[in-house]
């Protein structure tokens, strides 16, 4: 049964990221054994498993960095399997935002233009991006820390940052792989409840991969991932 038609699967629209069945192997390492997966406009969606299980392969799948061996990945109904290289790429930069484990801020840039990035990709100007990106400053508890580069912040505040610059264009997804793996305990609850908050306020859908329980507490529905294959953890609610 695909995602699509599994009982119990969310009901609040239109699935808006999809996986129907979907392979992938690493060379004769197989990754992804037939995962299926529906996540549905504004829901938040928590993908756990232990190292190795394939959580991180499937949310790269769905975000058009990775295709497939065998199966359908769907964005807002197009098949983004079936897309040429830079379609895949104008799709990232036009609907998706991204929160990595480490940040992967440019470091060359100052916290500000690293915001602006996503901005200044579409084109917008240089003093209208720079100008928006600095009003995330406040909504994050990150003032005053416009003009330091990554190597002068914290890693709490490197990736509120990262997770400005995720949000600053409005995406539709915000894949997010590993956004606390890096941070203390405390930071790490402090970024996922700025993630959660200003994702609901944006009406932006989250796919999340995560290990940690806490995380995956935040979200709407947990996705277990294992042995390449994805299963429903909340009760009613099915995914595969």
Same mark, same amino acid.
């Given at each position: 049964?695909?995602?699509?038609?599994?009982?119990?699967?969310?009901? /609040?629209? @239109?699935?808006? %990221?999809?996986?129907?069945?979907?392979?992938?192997?690493?060379? $004769?390492?197989? =990754? !992804?054994?037939? *995962?299926?997966?529906?996540?549905?406009?504004?829901?938040?969606?928590?993908?756990?498993?232990?190292?190795?299980?394939?959580?991180?392969?499937?949310?790269?799948?769905?975000?058009?960095?990775?295709?497939?061996?065998?199966?359908?990945?769907?964005?807002?109904?197009?098949?983004?399997?079936?897309?040429?290289?830079?379609?895949?790429?104008?799709?990232?930069?036009?609907?998706?935002?991204?929160?990595?484990?480490?940040?992967?801020?440019?470091?060359?840039? /100052?916290? @500000?233009?690293? %915001?602006?990035?996503?901005?200044?990709?579409?084109?917008?100007? $240089?003093?209208? =991006? !720079?100008?928006? *990106?600095?009003?995330?400053?406040?909504?994050?508890?990150?003032?005053?820390?416009?003009?330091?580069?990554?190597?002068?912040?914290?890693?709490?505040?490197?990736?509120?940052?990262?997770?400005?610059?995720?949000?600053?264009?409005?995406?539709?997804?915000?894949?997010?792989?590993?956004?606390?793996?890096?941070?203390?305990?405390?930071?790490?609850?402090?970024?996922?409840?700025?993630?959660?908050?200003?994702?609901?306020?944006?009406?932006?859908?989250?796919?999340?991969?995560?290990?940690?329980?806490?995380?995956?507490?935040?979200?709407?529905?947990?996705?277990?991932?294992?042995?390449?294959?994805?299963?429903?953890?909340?009760?009613?609610?099915?995914?595969?």
């Amino acid at each position: 049964m695909t995602a699509a038609q599994a009982p119990g699967a969310p009901r /609040t629209g @239109e699935f808006l %990221v999809e996986a129907r069945g979907v392979t992938l192997s690493f060379g $004769r390492t197989p =990754a !992804l054994r037939g *995962a299926d997966l529906a996540v549905a406009a504004g829901e938040i969606v928590a993908v756990m498993g232990p190292s190795g299980s394939g959580k991180s392969t499937l949310l790269h799948c769905l975000a058009g960095i990775l295709v497939p061996d065998a199966g359908e990945i769907l964005f807002d109904g197009r098949r983004v399997d079936r897309m040429r290289e830079s379609e895949r790429s104008e799709l990232r930069r036009d609907r998706c935002g991204f929160v990595f484990q480490f940040g992967q801020l440019v470091p060359e840039l /100052t916290a @500000e233009e690293n %915001v602006a990035l996503p901005l200044l990709l579409r084109g917008s100007r $240089r003093a209208a =991006a !720079l100008a928006l *990106a600095r009003e995330w400053f406040g909504r994050l508890g990150l003032d005053g820390l416009e003009r330091r580069r990554s190597g002068e912040l914290s890693g709490g505040q490197a990736q509120r940052v990262a997770l400005a610059r995720a949000l600053v264009a409005g995406p539709d997804v915000l894949f997010a792989d590993e956004p606390t793996g890096s941070l203390d305990s405390l930071t790490g609850e402090q970024v996922m409840e700025l993630l959660v908050t200003t994702a609901r306020e944006q009406g932006t859908t989250v796919v999340v991969v995560t290990h940690e329980a806490r995380v995956a507490a935040c979200a709407d529905r947990e996705i277990m991932v294992r042995d390449g294959r994805a299963m429903s953890l909340s009760a009613g609610r099915t995914a595969s």
